[in-house]
């Protein structure tokens, strides 16, 4: 019986130490993919190309910078690039909706003063 609980012991702390070791990469990951991705490039491309703009920001994905992983083992290779993907598609496209959001609101109040002048000029003709 001892031994039993012995090997339970030493497999259990041996599994519960590799999420550990996971979520260590995946937050250094995060962290790069951060501070990787350009704002302002991906601000732009939402404000220029619209919901395609938002488009692109959430299917283009990243690939870290080689040096980040050379050396690494395959595995930590295989989480690090997931999470780096995962992070760096998600600030792309939340900057692209930021663009979007912003180019929408210079449409509508665009729209706004072009009726205002027009109606305007409509009414001093007459």
């Not at 496209?93 to 509508?108: E, F, T, W």
């Amino acid at each position: 019986m001892k031994k039993f609980i012995v090997v339970f012991l030493v497999f259990s702390l041996l599994f519960t130490a590799l999420p550990l070791n996971t979520f260590a990469q995946c937050n250094e990951a995060q962290a790069d993919a951060e501070r990787d991705v350009s704002a302002i490039l991906w601000i732009g491309i939402g404000f220029l190309l619209g919901p395609v703009g938002v488009l692109i920001g959430y299917m283009v994905a990243p690939s870290p910078p080689a040096s980040r992983i050379m050396g690494k083992s395959s595995n930590y290779v295989m989480q690090y690039t997931s999470c780096y993907q995962d992070k760096a598609k998600s600030v792309q496209g939340i900057n692209s909706i930021i663009g979007c959001a912003i180019s929408g609101v210079l449409v509508i109040v665009y729209y706004i003063w072009a009726m205002s002048v027009v109606t305007a000029a409509a009414t001093s003709i007459y």
